[in-house]
Structure formats: C-alpha cells, structure tokens
C-alpha cells in the first residue's frame, strides 16, 4: 500500500544534542509538511516543500531545519532541541494542489527531550 | 484569513448513542472542509472530506458531516458510536487563499463509554 512512513517512531534526545527525524513516501506526491503537534493541541505547521521549494512558516524558530533530497524523502532537523521541543512530529504529503488539497499524514515520531 | 473553530474540546457519550461533533468555519471564499480522526500516539486519518457537489458528505467508519454555507458548519455525525470510536477528531478548512495549507481547529477529544 502506498503511505507516509516516519522513522523512528520514538525518539529521545538529551538536551542541546542534535536530532534528525526522517519521513519517506510511496505516494510520489508533490508536496511535503512537518508539523509539531504538542499535547492536547491541534497539529501546527512548520514548513513544507512543494517539489524542491521550500516555504517556512513565519514563526518556526531557527532551530527546526528540514532538508527534500529527493521526492520521496523530507528530514527535520532540530539543532539543539529544548525541553520546549518535546511533541509528536508529523510528516504529510499532498498531490499538486491542482488535483487535490487533502493531506495523507504518516503516524508520527514523539520526541523527548531529558 | 481562514479559521475553524470546534466548539467542544471534549464529548463523553455512551457506547450506542448518536453523536454530534461541532465545527464552524470562516472564509471569504469558497472552502475545502475535512475531518481527521487521530488515535493515540498516532497520526491524523482522514475520515471524509467536502470539495464541492451535494453537501452530505459520507466518510469512513459510518461518519457522515453535513456542509451549510449559511451557517458556515461542518458537523460531524455518528448515529451510533462504538468503543473504538474514542479519539481526538480535528477539522480542517482550505481554500484558494490558502492554497493548499490547512487550518486545524482545536480538535474535540470524543470519550466512548460503555
């Protein structure tokens, strides 16, 4: 089946120390999001790449950086994760928003941050 | 600019009963509308989706949501809810403004009781 896939899906970091999170598709879809998701709240984007452009959103801050080598693969990186940094991650991908704007979210990688 | 509003942050009802999930929307411009299902320590599913035509709209899972443009709601409806059922539900609004960025809403927590 085509699909979102996150790796891993539970990640735990200590203070200050670099980590990187991975999200691949089978779908081949234009599109790709990260969004952070905090507990009990609603997902909050943090950037996406629609095929090699990449577009921030105005209040992500400098530590969250994402690299799209290829079309199948996005990565978040997060270069010195705070306690404040502890969420789920969510990868999603969309078609070209001519055909569709629906997203296909993969099942997240929960961070933790000691 | 888009928003979505749910208007319970939680719904407890019993195992059987219907249940109405409240959303309403603002937009100056023709709309998307969707509903997510999220499931602990997972990602979001989709559950259905408005893009135009009849404005019933049935989804997954024996869900069903109701488009009114006077009203600007998407209510999500369930005539008889199971156990299983218990999960955080999120909707979202797009729009040409938007492009094909998502607005969440706060998302309402159902609680199934048997």
């Known amino acids: 089946d085509a699909m979102v896939i996150q790796n891993p899906r539970y990640q735990v970091t200590q203070f200050g120390k670099p980590v990187t999170l991975s999200c691949s598709q089978t779908?081949?879809?234009?599109?790709m999001y990260w969004y952070q998701q905090k507990s009990s709240q609603a997902p909050k984007l943090l950037f996406h790449?629609?095929?090699?452009?990449?577009?921030n959103e105005a209040d992500t801050p400098d530590n969250f950086q994402s690299r799209r080598p290829n079309t199948s693969f996005c990565f978040l990186d997060i270069r010195s994760p705070g306690l404040g940094d502890a969420a789920m991650y969510l990868c999603?991908?969309?078609?070209?928003?001519?055909?569709?704007?629906?997203?296909?979210f993969g099942p997240g990688t929960r961070l933790t941050v000691t | 600019a888009q928003s979505v509003t749910q208007l319970d942050s939680q719904v407890p009802v019993f195992e059987e009963a219907p249940v109405e999930l409240r959303c309403n929307y603002s937009?100056?411009?023709?709309?998307?509308l969707f509903w997510y299902v999220q499931y602990p320590n997972q990602g979001l599913q989709l559950l259905l989706k408005?893009?135009?035509?009849?404005?019933l709209v049935k989804g997954i899972n024996g869900f069903e949501a109701e488009f009114n443009k006077s009203q600007t709601s998407f209510h999500l409806r369930k005539p008889s809810v199971h156990i299983s059922d218990t999960a955080e539900y999120f909707c979202?609004?797009?729009?040409?403004?938007?492009?094909?960025?998502?607005?969440f809403g706060g998302g309402t927590r159902l609680m199934v009781k048997p």
């Open positions: 790449y629609y095929d090699k452009d990449f577009n």
């Open positions: 937009s100056s411009v023709s709309v998307y």
């Open positions: 408005y893009l135009s035509g009849s404005t």
């Open positions: 779908l081949n879809h234009n599109v």
């Open positions: 979202a609004v797009s729009d040409n403004n938007a492009g094909y960025m998502l607005t």
């Open positions: 999603a991908t969309s078609r070209d928003p001519e055909i569709s704007y629906e997203q296909y």
